[in-house]
C-alpha cells in the first residue's frame, strides 16, 4: 500500500485494499478470466489475446503476482503464468465478507 499508514488499519482493511488495487484495472481483470478460461497460459499468449504491449501486459502480470493472485514458473525463455488458488480463494473470502456486510444492514442510506 506504498507509504501509507497501514498500521492505523485492521490486518483484513489492508488485506482487501491489497486485492482491490490489484483488481483495479480493467487489464488485470482480463488477464485473470483469460487464465482462468485456460487454467494455464504462457506470457505471449496473454500478449496476442489483449490488445497491450508485451511491456505492458508484463507490468499487470507483475501486480498480480506481487499481491499473489497469480503464480509464475520459468520454462525455458517464457514464463507460465496460472491463478494461485489458496489466493483466490483467500480473496474470495475476504471480499464476500465485506460485501456481505451490506446485506446485515437494516438501514436505509439517505
Not at 7 to 23: G, I, P, R
Amino acid at each position: 500500500m506504498g507509504t501509507t499508514k497501514t498500521t492505523d488499519y485492521s490486518t483484513q482493511e489492508v488485506s482487501v485494499a491489497k486485492y482491490a488495487k490489484a483488481l483495479s484495472h480493467p487489464a488485470r481483470v482480463a488477464i485473470l478470466n483469460l487464465l482462468l478460461k485456460k487454467q494455464a497460459c504462457i506470457c505471449g499468449d496473454i500478449v496476442d489475446e489483449l490488445p497491450l504491449s508485451q511491456s505492458t501486459v508484463s507490468q499487470h502480470l507483475k501486480e498480480l503476482k506481487e499481491v499473489g493472485l497469480i503464480k509464475g514458473d520459468i520454462d525455458g525463455a517464457s514464463v507460465c503464468y496460472c491463478v494461485d488458488e489458496k489466493e483466490w480463494n483467500k480473496a474470495k473470502v475476504q471480499l464476500n465478507q465485506l460485501f456481505e456486510k451490506l446485506n446485515v444492514m437494516n438501514t436505509k442510506c439517505c
